[in-house]
């Protein structure tokens, strides 16, 4: 959001966080059935990486990628 001397942000120019969160876990949901129709037709296996680390504050991290290929 930008900041106009003349035009001033109100509170209801803001989304809510609820309003975010729906929007966000319903663009994720359409995401994971493109993800998994990809990975259906797909015509090989798919190759799976990890790596866990521990930050200075001890955070525990693990990520994962995976591998594929398309036609």
Same mark, same amino acid.
């Given at each position: 959001?930008?900041? @106009?001397? %003349? @035009?001033?942000?109100? $509170?209801?120019?803001?989304? &809510?966080?609820?309003?975010?969160?729906?929007?966000?876990?319903? &663009?994720? @949901?359409?995401? %994971?059935? $493109?993800?998994?129709?990809?990975? %259906?037709?797909?015509? /090989? &296996?798919?190759?799976?990486?990890? $790596? /866990? #680390?521990?930050?200075?504050?001890?955070?525990?991290?693990?990520?994962?990628? /995976? &591998? #594929?290929?398309?036609?």
């Amino acid at each position: 959001l930008t900041y @106009n001397s %003349q @035009n001033k942000t109100k $509170d209801t120019d803001i989304p &809510h966080r609820t309003k975010i969160t729906t929007c966000v876990l319903k &663009h994720a @949901n359409e995401i %994971q059935k $493109d993800l998994a129709m990809e990975l %259906q037709e797909s015509p /090989g &296996h798919v190759s799976l990486t990890f $790596d /866990g #680390w521990t930050s200075k504050i001890m955070t525990s991290y693990l990520a994962v990628t /995976g &591998h #594929w290929m398309t036609r």
